[in-house]
């Protein structure tokens, strides 16, 4: 039920390349695209709440990375293809406004809804919300920038480009 909306080929480390290789673990579930949106499914762990079992405000950042990250490797624009690129590039949150709507609690099943909205030079703009099945508990407002080590902004490699362009919601 969690398949990728894209091959992977050719990209070093892609789900493709490690099916072949025995020695690594199974790929885990990574999430799907409903539309131009993608799904990416969890579940609170003790670890990600408070003493009252409801979800510490800084884990929505971290289940919102993981949406991301997973976002992009559907995408098949992965992070470890621009970090092997020269010069090694990354993705960094340059502004995030969040609304925390309502709590989720330790054990539930929720799941990261990620759209780009919007691609240019070297940011690309996202709307990012945890959910419990239709209810949103937190939603964000998301931009990154594509940056080099030293933190210079750069545009979005075009190949990277090429490939996202496809999910912006027009």
């Known amino acids: 039920m969690t398949t990728r909306a894209r091959s ?14 025995k020695t690594t673990a199974p790929e885990p579930a990574a999430g799907r695209f409903d539309g131009q949106a993608f799904v990416f ?19 929505y950042l971290r289940f919102m990375e993981r949406g991301r ?8 624009a992965p992070h470890q293809a621009m970090l092997d690129g020269e010069p090694p590039l990354f993705w960094a949150v340059r502004r995030m406004t969040i609304d925390f709507v309502k709590p989720a609690r330790v054990d539930e099943a929720l799941h990261v809804r990620t759209k780009a909205l ?5 940011r690309l703009r996202l709307d990012q919300a945890v959910c419990r099945a239709a209810d949103i508990l ?9 940056v080099t080590r030293d933190g ?17 919601q027009s």
């Open 8 to 21: 992977g080929e050719g990209v070093p480390g892609s789900p493709q390349d490690r099916a072949t290789d």
């Open 41 to 59: 499914p969890l579940r609170v762990y003790y670890e990600d709440t408070d003493f009252s079992g409801v979800v510490y405000h800084a884990s």
């Open 69 to 76: 990250s997973e976002f992009l490797r559907a995408a098949d």
């Open 118 to 122: 919007e691609l240019a030079g070297a």
């Open 138 to 146: 937190v939603k964000a407002d998301v931009e990154v920038c594509v």
């Open 152 to 168: 210079r902004p750069r545009r979005v490699p075009e190949l990277v480009r090429r490939k996202l362009q496809s999910f912006v």
